[in-house]
């Protein structure tokens, strides 16, 4: 073992002294298991190279810091295909290239296998899984793949989705009039227009997430609630003027306010037509992908 991974791994034990009892199983240890390959370990020329320094700046200025990187990082070069299905991971490398501790480390992998990117299993070692585990519904898997070589995939498969969700959330809605949603709904419809024309995209962008958000939210269908952050990730992602577009036209104001108007009458049918209109309207339209959100 090198020097410099020595150094880092007894900072790292006296960093976690306190946070983990005597003997406790450290799922991604970096004692290296028997079984591992090691023939074809990753090549990190893709990463980061600022990751680790920026670790000794404040810490308020990151975010949730170093782990919240490491994960955003390690998660896009997966998805990315940059470190391809099957490939070993093996922590103590990560910590060197990133200059990270272990205790940075062990959790960021440990968030990546919950949203089934890898696996970590002993005598074989933390591997990339096949992206037929992976979470796709993940909001952070979502952005991590709308940056990728699947990026069109991704967008045509959000619409599909979206297609699939909202109509019939709208129609469900319908049947559910409370004042104070039907005010707030006309609100975000409002603060768009306005922000059309002011030419605002980010305040558009944000009316546009809470309005669709809060309309599955209100459909009366909890297993639907819970697709409620999928949208709103897909109006990050995707493209067309439904999704906060950089150049809105009036027709996405009339459905949206349409759509208003129908939950207000209790109209289901016009609630959901009004959805699909909206769904389809100007698909050429695009927008530039946003950076992935901190953690």
Known sequence: MSTLAHTMMTAA????????????????????HPGVDRV????WDGADPELGRVGRRAAGSRGRGLHGQLVQQLGQMIVSGDLGADRPLVP??????????????????????????????PNVGTRVRPVSDWN??????????????????????????????????????????????QQRLGDMVELMGHA????????????????????IQVAGNRMLEHLSGIVSAALQVSGGPATGCDRPGESTLVHHARIVDALAAGDGGAAETAMRQLLTVHPEVERVVPAPREH
């Open 13 to 32: 034990r006296s960093a976690d002294s306190g946070l983990a009892g005597p003997g406790e199983l450290d799922r991604y240890p970096y004692a290296e």
């Open 40 to 43: 074809g370990l990753p090549s």
């Open 92 to 121: 103590e490398e990560i910590g060197q290239r990133f200059e990270v501790s272990r205790t940075v480390v062990r959790e960021s992998l440990r968030v990546l296998e919950a949203k089934g990117l890898v696996s970590a299993r």
């Open 136 to 181: 796709l519904l993940d909001p952070d898997i979502i952005e991590w793949r709308a940056f990728g070589p699947q990026r069109d995939d991704q967008r045509r498969e959000l619409s599909e989705l979206r297609w699939t969700i909202e109509p019939l959330a709208a129609r469900l809605a319908a049947g559910h009039g409370r004042d104070d949603v």
């Open 196 to 215: 059309m024309a002011q030419g605002d995209a980010l305040t558009f962008s944000r009316a546009d997430a809470e309005f669709h958000s809060l309309l």
